[in-house]
């Protein structure tokens, strides 16, 4: 027989089945799935190939790791997505953690760089790291194969933090998007840093919310109730805001708002959190406005 891992046979225990269109091991949770695509299937044709001729080889899992063209964005993942873990029955800040970036696919003052909106799922130790997606114009696919390799290698968190990948200001920045979203990760885990969900508008209707944008900024796209103080004027301006109420703060893509967040906390605000992926990300989701 074709020795892959025994969740692989199927109901005869004697056959075991291989290909793209063949039920196998989910590489994150180690549960039965269905993953029609054709690298995995060529790995289990070679391993197929290997044993007929006498050699040990073995099937260790599919990681569902993926890339789309839809017109001119790219969409690309690995692992699982946020949706896969809730069908398994985890829970959000209990089981699993999560961010949303959106970085400049290569160094910003060179010409044609475009925001890349990325998804990390992780443990709550940030030990093991359960999927990523991600979608942009450019750049997508190279950064969910480094995050697909991490996953396969065992990485966490602080590994993605210390990954030494390739730089020049054509193809990435010193501090590329996966360092970036290892970096964030990194955030989270000790605490630094709080993010809200990406609906938080929808199931807290109640919550205070501040847009640190510039004027110009506000004047094309503006959050509707939303405080509106600059970055750059929110020290001398915090007794427009209620500190006892919960925050939430957006900016474009979420620096600005990170660093109004540290702001914020350290004047005695007691639960502030920033929107992931800023405006962008917020407009992308609510098209409604």
Not at 85 to 106: F, N, T
């Amino acid at each position: 027989g074709i020795k892959v891992d025994d969740r692989m046979r199927t109901s005869d225990p004697s056959i075991y089945a291989v290909g793209d269109a063949a039920e196998v091991v989910d590489l994150v949770s180690g549960e039965a799935a269905m993953v029609p695509l054709a690298g995995p299937a060529n790995k289990q044709g070679r391993i197929a190939a290997d044993n007929i001729a006498g050699r040990d080889s073995r099937y260790k899992g599919t990681q569902g790791s993926a890339v789309v063209q839809v017109f001119g964005l790219t969409a690309a993942s690995t692992g699982q997505a946020e949706k896969a873990l809730i069908r398994r029955g985890l829970k959000a800040g209990e089981d699993y953690q999560s961010v949303v970036i959106s970085p400049l696919s290569h160094a910003g003052y060179y010409p044609g760089a475009e925001h890349i909106t990325m998804k990390l799922l992780f443990s709550m130790d940030g030990k093991k790291l359960l999927g990523a997606q991600a979608v942009g114009a450019a750049g997508v696919d190279k950064r969910i194969d480094v995050i697909a390799t991490a996953m396969r290698l065992g990485a966490g968190v602080e590994d993605l933090q210390e990954l030494e990948l390739c730089y020049a200001p054509p193809f990435s920045s010193a501090k590329d998007p996966v360092n970036m979203a290892g970096f964030v990760a990194g955030n989270v885990l000790d605490g630094t840093v709080r993010f809200a969900p990406w609906d938080v508008l929808e199931k807290e209707p109640g919550v205070q919310t501040l847009d640190v944008r510039d004027p110009e900024e506000v004047d094309v796209c503006a959050l509707k109730g939303a405080a509106h103080i600059p970055l750059w004027q929110l020290r001398e301006r915090l007794d427009e805001l209620n500190p006892e109420t919960p925050l939430v703060v957006f900016c474009a893509v979420g620096v600005r708002a990170y660093n109004a967040a540290r702001i914020l906390t350290g004047h005695g605000f007691r639960d502030v959190r920033v929107y992931p992926g800023g405006m962008d990300f917020y407009t992308a989701t609510h098209p409604e406005g």
